[in-house]
């Protein structure tokens, strides 16, 4: 530990493990940043601009705004040790004076009282929360987390496999429908009851259409272009099936019941145990665990260049602004009036200055060109260019 000198904290004043853990998560968001950037760039640069009227979701910043919260979290922890956690009676106890907390509760609708031991017990294990089970409040936080960040990738990979549903779902029919059909032909044709009755057996368990998850990313899989996939394509599926038993133990209260189960990833082996809380001596570790979801769907994104625009992102509009600026675009681009139009993105939808002036440049750049047909031109040919960074007016 050390002092506060010069309203500075010296190095070695916080704790090393939640050090660690929140560099983890934010290492996470950043590998989120750098692969949206590789991946879906358009969506990554309209997202930087920060226009107040469009902003892009998908995956990665689905999965930024799942780190988010054990981030803060995290934070605040180590914030509240630093100051010996001295706040937290006067808190409690301003909650308590100000009638917020009160020994009543409801029960059935009817309010019903906490006797004065029990509610002192109460307050009493809030105030240890914060100091002798605050490593138990981090590893429920770990199980929200694996919860949260594999149901962003399962949404996503669900979204991914829809564009190509009817087509394999078609295929997936036809094949069933046949498998059946020769079934009950075995059926008709048996010459005993008991080759009758293996048939049956054989056509009550032909699956039906429903597709699992597991069934969408292998369909996927299969469909990837290997030679483009740049990864193993086994090995990323047993660390698929291995977090998602991790995400399912959120229905035994975070306890696995299956059997037990490992997947080695970057020299780490990782192990579900019967009956046990799935648990990693590091969560750094366990955090970079839930990573490599993300480097699998940016190279399945890669591998399947077919997809439509529509399962990989969604937009987030304000229509009116956004009809606003599209109408003022094609205002632009077909009369003068670059300068005015600059000075309404401001004052009137809220656009930074920056990015006003290296709209209005941009359209005069292209105005400039002469072989431009504005009933070509498309307003996110400007909103997928750099925005921030500021546009040479000579150029334009």
């Known amino acids: 530990m050390s002092a506060n000198i010069g309203g500075r904290v010296l190095m070695g004043f916080f704790d090393e493990n939640h050090k660690k ?9 950043n590998k989120a940043v750098l692969l949206e950037k590789c991946t879906l760039r358009g969506d990554y640069t309209i997202n930087k601009n920060d226009l107040p009227f469009i902003r892009v979701r998908n995956y990665y910043t689905n999965l930024k705004d799942v780190c988010d919260l054990p981030i803060v979290f995290m934070i605040n ?7 010996a956690r001295h706040y937290c009676p006067d808190l409690l106890l301003e909650i308590h004076d ?16 906490l006797s004065d031991d029990d509610f002192l017990s109460s307050v009493s294990d809030v105030r240890k929360l914060l100091s002798e089970r605050i490593n138990g409040m981090v590893s429920s936080l770990m199980l929200d987390f694996t919860v949260s960040a594999f149901s962003c990738f399962e949404n996503w990979i669900s979204k991914l496999y829809s564009g190509y549903a009817k ?16 079934l009950l032909a075995r059926h008709g044709e048996a010459d005993s009851e008991d080759a009758k009755t293996k048939c049956l057996e054989k056509i009550l368990s032909v699956r039906s259409g429903y597709r699992s998850f597991p069934d969408k990313v292998n369909a996927l899989f299969k469909m990837v272009d290997k030679k483009a996939y740049v990864r193993d394509i086994n090995h990323d599926k047993e660390v698929i099936d291995f ?6 133990t959120v229905h035994n209260s975070g306890v696995y019941r299956g059997k037990p189960r490992e997947v080695t990833c970057n020299g780490v082996t990782y192990a579900l145990q019967t009956n046990k809380a799935w648990y990693n001596q590091s969560y750094p570790q366990a955090i970079a665990l839930l990573g490599e979801l993300t480097e699998i769907y940016s190279a399945l994104i890669k591998s399947l260049d077919d997809w439509p625009v529509e399962v990989v992102s969604e ?54 060109a002469g072989f431009r047909d504005p009933e070509d031109f498309c307003v996110f040919e400007l909103l997928t260019q750099d925005l921030l960074q500021s546009i040479d007016s000579k150029s334009a």
């Not at 853990?21 to 968001?29: D, E, N, P, V, Y």
């Not at 509760?105 to 009282?113: D, E, H, L, S, T």
């Not at 977090?243 to 399912?248: E, I, P, T, V």
């Open 21 to 29: 853990i929140i560099s983890a998560f934010m290492a996470l968001k």
């Open 77 to 83: 922890e180590e914030l509240s040790n630093m100051a």
């Open 167 to 182: 087509k394999l779902e078609a295929e997936y029919e036809e094949s069933r429908r046949a498998k059946i059909v020769e």
């Open 315 to 368: 937009e987030d509009l304000d229509v009116v602004s956004m009809t606003q600026f599209e109408f003022g675009v094609n205002l632009v681009l077909r009369c003068d009036g670059e300068t005015v139009f600059e000075d309404y993105l401001v004052n009137k939808l809220g656009v930074g200055r920056l990015q006003a002036r290296n709209i209005s440049r941009l359209l005069k750049k292209i105005k400039s």
């Open 98 to 113: 100000e009638k917020h907390l009160t020994p009543f509760v409801q029960i059935n609708g009817k309010p019903a009282r």
């Open 243 to 248: 977090l998602g038993a991790c995400r399912n």
